[in-house]
T-cell receptor, first 111, second 115 residues
Framework: GESVGLHLPTLSVQEGDNSIINCAYS??????FIWYKQESGKGPQFIID?????DKRQGQRVTVLLNKTVKHLSLQIAATQPGDSAVYFC??????????FGTGTSLTVIP | SAVISQKPSRDICQRGTSLTIQCQVD?????MFWYRQQPGQSLTLIAT?????????ESGFVIDKFPISRPNLTFSTLTVSNMSPEDSSIYLC????????????FGEGSWLTVV
């Protein structure tokens, strides 16, 4: 079956540095991807999405990169702040409403 | 995005009992889903809550254990039946919103601990 996995289960960065969270997917038919942020005690929060006809999309302090050749997705957070500390999930939409979620990366920002 | 409210937000439940979780959305949505997130793990889709008909369950989830109701386009319930400690999880309601992609948004979750 399909799998969505993250390369690094934990990531620690200094406040002010940039963070990069990676995600691999296995189904080349996946056409839509979403990054979610889940803070402790809360539900997943939509951050940014990207369709397969794009290779880059930018939001406020966040950028998602999609490399379809190697089936890799990354989330870049610029000038990481303590409030960015959370678990980040990538989600892969293969068809219809089916999403597969990665295992999550825990980001810790060191003040 | 739609505002999704879940009740209860947290509960401690006795083994063998059942608990119903409510999900209320502040606007009409076509698609509603229920996910489970076990401690320290990722999200797994339990079922799609269909308005006016039986829910569509994913592999490994059955109606007898997780009965779902969807009486209208803004409300759904998930019941966790005959609970055991293995059912201790976060149960998340989510909705799909119209747009360029099939973006799904989540409520804050219902954190259940079974003792």
């Amino acid at each position: 079956g399909e799998s969505v996995g993250l390369h690094l289960p934990t990531l620690s960065v200094q406040e002010g540095d940039n963070s990069i969270i990676n995600c691999a997917y296995s189904n080349s038919a996946s056409d839509y991807f979403i990054w979610y942020k889940q803070e402790s005690g809360k539900g997943p929060q939509f951050i940014i999405d990207i369709r397969s006809n794009m290779d880059k999309r930018q939001g406020q302090r966040v950028t998602v990169l999609l490399n379809k050749t190697v089936k890799h997705l990354s989330l870049q957070i610029a000038a990481t702040q303590p409030g960015d500390s959370a678990v980040y999930f990538c989600a892969e939409n293969i068809e219809g409403n089916q999403f597969y979620f990665g295992t999550g990366t825990s980001l810790t920002v060191i003040p | 995005s739609a505002v999704i409210s879940q009740k209860p937000s947290r509960d401690i439940c006795q083994r063998g009992t059942s608990l119903t979780i409510q999900c209320q959305v502040d606007s009409q949505v076509t698609m509603m889903f229920w996910y489970r997130q076990q401690p320290g793990q990722s999200l797994t889709l339990i079922a799609t809550a269909n308005q006016g008909s039986e829910a569509t369950y994913e592999s490994g989830f059955v109606i007898d254990k997780f009965p779902i109701s969807r009486p209208n386009l803004t409300f759904s319930t998930l019941t966790v039946s005959n609970m055991s400690p293995e059912d201790s999880s976060i149960y998340l309601c989510s909705v799909e919103e119209a747009g360029p992609g099939n973006t799904i948004y989540f409520g804050e979750g219902s954190w259940l601990t079974v003792v």
